[in-house]
């Protein structure tokens, strides 16, 4: 599966912003999604994920009540929307795909990725 992420942008501390991530292929509802981030100078972390039918979720700690992971799989889309934006939450985000069922808090877990979008958050 090939994966295409948009969406990004600029927001101020409070605000909201969707991201969302296309995916070429018939076979999308066949693969685990998620959504990582990596701000300048940090490591990739996980943000959330979403089980094939959409019907489980996870998040981080750090974004728990204010993003929600969700899935159109007759869109072939997985979407991220981010609200009560903080500073913090700046970084290049990139959503993943697995259909082997590892753990998904590793990027090693991911084997697909897409080429991230930018969320800056101003204070």
């Known amino acids: 599966v090939q994966l295409q992420a948009s969406g990004g942008g600029l927001v101020q501390a409070g605000g909201s912003l969707s991201v969302s991530c296309a995916a070429s292929?018939?076979?999308?509802?066949?693969?685990?999604m998620g959504w990582f981030r990596q701000a300048p100078g940090k490591e990739r972390e996980f943000v959330a994920a979403?089980?094939?039918?959409?019907?489980?979720?996870y998040y981080a700690d750090s974004v728990k009540g204010r993003f929600t992971i969700s899935r159109d799989n007759a869109k072939r889309t997985v979407y991220l929307q981010m609200n009560s934006l903080k500073p913090e939450d700046t970084a290049v985000y990139y959503c993943a795909g697995q259909k082997v069922g590892n753990s998904y808090y590793y990027t090693s877990s991911w084997g697909y990725w897409g080429q991230g979008t930018q969320v800056t958050v101003s204070s």
């Open positions: 979403i089980s094939r039918i959409g019907d489980t979720t």
């Open positions: 292929g018939r076979t999308f509802g066949s693969y685990s």
